[in-house]
């Protein structure tokens, strides 16, 4: 009796709130959320932002909802677009004429993308799991993660309360501080800067993603096929422009795209919005400084493409998803 006391006891003292605790929410780590869960773990996603999906997330501007953050261009994977199709239900387009039917044969430069955008892998992502238990916390900026190695727990203090966990994982580009031995700077960000433009331009959208240079920005993206904006004379342009300065330089960039023949001649600006996303850089050397060693997980994130990298892990875990779901 007395050992069974003892044992519920020790039980209880280290019992975590959650087995798994992911800061950050972009795709890489939406998967690994549905994958832990799928392992029977507990799992809570951390999520400074509003809303989910890091890089990949939708927003709104210029008036027009769920448009893509930035500019994305993810390649011509064929096994990576099956693995999103039969587990995420996404409809893939070929990027260079989203309204044409795909032809893996015929792809364009810029290989494929969402029928909808980014916005539609994070959204399908998010149905997959509303279905399970897993809590996602937006607004929950994870402030400090401390380490317990005697118990082997984590507990990551957040702007509102404390979690403890089994385990910590964080992506490359998570800002979160590492409670360490050692003192020194934590983190550094980066920005990137964009500029989205509102435009009159009756004429078919000349692009969808273009690499080339115009000065100013170092690519774009006409993101109206994939808002919805396509036949309505409008169309929505986003720049990833080079300064701060050229965030207001919407009448200048205009121009370079007319020179570039990239918008019609007449194209004029409705309205223009800019939008800064800053990523973090978690610093993994001070994982064993701070006993964190099987308890700090980093999720090898990186350019998309890299989703490739784990799909043999998650595809041994996740559910296919019925044809027209989720
Ligand atoms: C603007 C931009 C465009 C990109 N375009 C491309 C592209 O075209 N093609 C390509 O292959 N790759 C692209 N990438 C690379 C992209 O970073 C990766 O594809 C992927 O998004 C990396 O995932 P991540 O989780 O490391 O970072 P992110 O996608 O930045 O996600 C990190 C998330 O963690 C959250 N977060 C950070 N710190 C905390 C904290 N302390 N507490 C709570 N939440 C936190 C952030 O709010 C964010 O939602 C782009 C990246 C950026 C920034």
Known sequence: MRTMVFLLLHIALLATDFDCILVGSSPFSLFEALYQNRLGHRVLVLEEAGEC??????????????????????????????FLEKYTGCKIVPMDYPDQPFDSAALGPNGWYFSRGCYE??????????????VILNHTRAELITIDA??????????????????????????VPLQSMHSGPHESKSKYLHLYMLIQDPTPPRFSYYGGAVRGCSRMMNLTPFVDLAGTGRQLIVLQVHSE???????????????????????????????IYETGNFHQGLISSAGGQGIIEVLQTGNFI????????????LQPVAAGSP
């Open 150 to 175: 005697a118990q082997q727990i984590a507990t990551v203090k957040t702007n509102a309360q404390s979690y403890t966990a089994k385990k910590v994982i964080v992506t490359p580009m998570s800002s």
């Open 245 to 275: 300065n050229d965030l207001w330089n919407g009448q200048a960039l205009l121009n370079g795209l007319k020179q570039n023949k990239l918008v019609d001649e007449g194209a004029y600006i409705l309205e223009s919005e800019p939008y």
């Open 121 to 134: 892998l994070i959204e399908n992502l998010l149905a997959l799991i509303a279905k399970t238990d897993i």
């Open 306 to 317: 890299n989703l490739s990298s784990h799909i043999p892990k998650w595809e041994q875990m």
């Open 53 to 82: 999906g890091g890089a990949w997330k939708g927003i709104d501007v210029c008036g027009v909802q769920h448009a893509d953050l930035g500019c994305h261009q993810i390649g011509r994977d064929l096994h990576l677009k099956a």
